[in-house]
């Protein structure tokens, strides 16, 4: 008898490609990886509902053609 399981995802990271910071009025990419119990990862940014802590600061859009990308409106910290 054979049993097929099916891989569960393990977890998920953001991959920010590098970005340390950003500068008013400047955009960059940002991707969510999730790994699954097998060991494979897939790209989920546009499976990700993407929020931002202070969106007149730094906004990521949820929209298809720009899923993932980070705007940046002020200056000062923001969390993703």
Not at 69 to 80: A, K, M, Q
């Amino acid at each position: 008898e054979l049993t097929v399981l099916d891989k569960v995802l393990a977890s998920v990271a953001i991959d920010t490609n590098g970005l340390p910071t950003l500068n008013m009025g400047e955009s960059h990419s940002i991707r969510l990886i999730g790994t699954y119990s097998d060991g494979s990862t897939d790209d989920l940014t546009s499976a990700a509902e993407w929020t931002s802590a202070i969106p007149s600061r730094v906004l990521v859009r949820n929209t298809p053609h720009d899923k993932g990308t980070i705007y940046c409106f002020e200056g000062g910290t923001g969390s993703v």
